[in-house]
């Protein structure tokens, strides 16, 4: 957990600091461990309880480990009606997972969400942080390929984030 002391260095001890910890440690180990909640919580002098409450509230933060690449679909409703569900459908059969689930190799995890506030573009995925609009399931399919091939030839650049 050394990571996580260093970002805790780097922060007020005050409440007010929380999501802004929280995010560091997110960027830094791919999720929010359990001992990194804890040691959080000591920090701020605040119940572990609150550190969980609001590390399991938003999106953006992960309790388990994500894979090295972030699949998220939306599933709202200009998206669902355009054809998000089969998108979904087409991703979660090619990696073998469930929505929230990452592939055995620790490669994707696959997330839906109700809303990317892109509805006009729909439907939408965002890969790694970038959006891709007017998908379809053979894009989606093209795309996760074309990653899981760079991942073939550059295996340097796909080590895992470690939190110690
Ligand atoms: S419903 Fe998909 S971006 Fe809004």
Known sequence: MDIV????????????ELVEILLDIQD???HIPQVAMVLVAEHLQIPLIEVFRVASFYKA?????????LITVCMGTACHVRGAPRMLDEVLGLLGVEPGQTTEDGLFTV????????CALGPVVVLDGEYHDHMTAAKLRKLVLAVRETEKEAPAHAEARVCR
Do not use: M
């Open 5 to 16: 002391l260093q970002i805790l260095e780097r922060r007020e001890p005050a409440p007010r």
């Open 28 to 30: 830094e180990c791919g």
């Open 61 to 69: 933060f992960a309790l388990t480990p994500r894979g090295r690449h």
């Open 111 to 118: 997330e839906c969400v109700n809303c990317l506030g892109a």
